[in-house]
């Protein structure tokens, strides 16, 4: 089984900061990755695919890279909305979720 | 648009057995894959299950091999998981989550509210 360790837990930001996530893969997964974000009581909603592509309607200062196994996510400047928890999924075989990124207001 | 509706959840006790439903809309069904992704309260997401369109293809997480069985009628639009031999582990909000492809394993559009499946004696 592939498993997938997200880093940080938590991280503290301020609005208009750019924060990284990272999420490293236990064998290669090409670049058959994905960036969710999770609101309190709600569903996972896609942000990234395919390790750097944005979902229609996802604002631009969401950005991913990587591949193999090391893949990271980028929110630039962010805003208000953005303070939720992240988690990336490999679906190269099965499909397998990293443990989510808490971002909290600093 | 697309939609996706859980139903089913509740209570149950330890060895006990629920089915999930999940009625889908907006799309052609039977041409994407489709899954069941929980959460435990306070807890990470994990997959559990996937089916492909036809219904011919199907996984489950190593947690509920044997115990669980997804299935799908195309005809009416519409997804199952039959839980048996429920265990305390067990107790999740259960999501059904519609692939973003029309083949292979996938990521995932579009996600109904889910339905919380709750195990306690």
């Known amino acids: 089984d592939i498993q997938m360790t997200q880093s940080p837990p938590t991280l503290s930001a301020s609005v208009g900061e750019t924060v990284t996530i990272t999420c490293r893969a236990s064998?290669?997964?090409?670049?058959?990755l994905a960036w969710y974000q999770q609101k309190p009581g709600k569903a996972p909603n896609l942000l990234i695919y395919?390790?750097?592509s944005l979902e229609s309607g996802v604002p631009s200062r969401f950005s991913g890279s990587g591949s193999g196994t090391e893949f990271t996510l980028t929110i630039s400047s962010l805003q208000p909305d953005d303070f939720a928890t992240y988690y990336c999924?490999?679906?190269?075989?099965?499909?397998?979720f990293g443990q989510g990124t808490k971002v909290e207001i600093k | 648009d697309v939609q996706v509706l859980e139903s089913g959840g509740g209570f149950v006790q330890p060895g006990g057995s629920l089915r999930l439903s999940c009625a889908a809309s907006?799309?052609?069904?039977?041409?994407?894959?489709i899954n069941w992704v929980r959460q435990a309260p306070g807890k990470g997401l994990e997959w559990v299950s996937g089916i492909s369109g036809s219904g011919g293809s199907t996984s489950y997480a190593d947690s509920v091999k044997g115990r669980f069985t997804i299935s799908r009628d195309n005809s009416k639009n519409t997804l199952y998981l039959q839980m048996n031999s429920l265990r305390a582990e067990d107790t999740a909000t259960y999501y059904c989550?519609?692939?973003?492809?029309?083949?292979?394993?996938?990521?995932?559009?579009?996600w109904g509210q889910g339905t919380l499946v709750t195990v306690s004696s």
């Open positions: 064998q290669s997964i090409s670049s058959w």
């Open positions: 999924q490999q679906y190269n075989s099965y499909s397998t």
């Open positions: 907006g799309f052609t069904f039977s041409t994407y894959a």
């Open positions: 395919k390790a750097s």
């Open positions: 989550a519609k692939d973003g492809c029309s083949g292979g394993t996938c990521y995932y559009t579009d």
